[in-house]
């Protein structure tokens, strides 16, 4: 990650060129580095991993491979990679599908361009971005995930670790599904004290990024507390 050191490195994949060429003119001319681009889904697999971007900004409707699996890749391949989809389709299956690979937010196409600046820096810092609407049925599945019996596991559960009472409180308030500056803001302390205490938390619970976090805040009830 670029973490404070430089701009942050995004690519742009989509098989318009002339929709890829513009958000990629767009964001290097808002002082992101543009590392990379790619118009289907093998290619963006090989770019990115050559590329190492901080954010893959991705349309779904890929050929070669679709955006859903590329996502599913990469992310598997290194958990710290953002990916904010950005997608001409508001269906809810697609929405949920691209959350459960891996991606960290989801914008429609009809977003501003303001909008989508505003995205992609927020999802650099782990913040899940959603086109207003979308953000209430992810969590409404993630609540209907973590209402179904898991796999049946021995008595010997191990226990659960140690939490402080400030990364309690924090990890409650991204189950509610508040941004870090939102976190910062209420709990009167900096964006970056709130992001420590998510990395410390995700190390403490051996999660790999926000989405399991807020899953796993679910399936202990603190988004109701």
């Known amino acids: 990650m670029s973490d404070g050191q430089g701009p942050i490195r ?27 681009t790619a118009g289907d889904g093998e290619q963006a697999v090989r770019r990115a991993q050559a590329a190492a971007p901080d954010v893959l900004v991705l349309d779904l409707n890929l050929p ?10 990469l992310v598997g391949a290194n958990p710290a990679l953002r990916v904010l989809v950005l997608s001409a389709s ?14 960290t937010g989801y914008l429609l196409k009809s977003a501003s361009t303001d909008e989508l600046i505003d995205a992609v820096r927020r999802t650099a810092v ?12 992810v969590l409404g599945e993630y609540r209907r995930l973590a ?6 596991t021995g008595g010997d559960e191990p226990k659960a670790p140690q939490l402080t009472d400030r990364e309690t409180e924090v990890l409650r308030l ?29 190390g403490k619970l051996q999660l790999h990024n926000r989405v399991e976090l807020v ?11």
Not at 64 to 73: I, L, N, T, Y
Not at 217 to 223: S, T, V
């Open 64 to 73: 070669a491979k679709p955006g859903v699996q590329v996502c599913k890749e």
């Open 174 to 202: 991204v189950a509610k599904g508040l941004s870090y500056k939102q976190i910062a803001e209420r709990l009167v302390i900096s964006h970056r004290t709130v992001q420590n205490h998510v990395q410390n938390t995700l």
């Open 126 to 137: 782990g913040d899940p971005v959603f086109t207003p609407g979308l953000a209430g049925l």
């Open 10 to 36: 995004v690519m742009v994949v989509d098989d318009h060129p002339m929709w890829r060429d513009a958000v990629a003119r767009d964001l290097a001319a808002s002082g992101f580095d543009v590392v990379a």
């Open 215 to 225: 899953r796993y805040a679910i399936e202990r009830g603190l988004d109701d507390v």
């Open 147 to 152: 209402s179904d019996p898991g796999p049946a």
């Open 90 to 103: 508001g269906e809810h299956a697609d929405v949920l599908e691209a959350v459960k690979s891996g991606a």
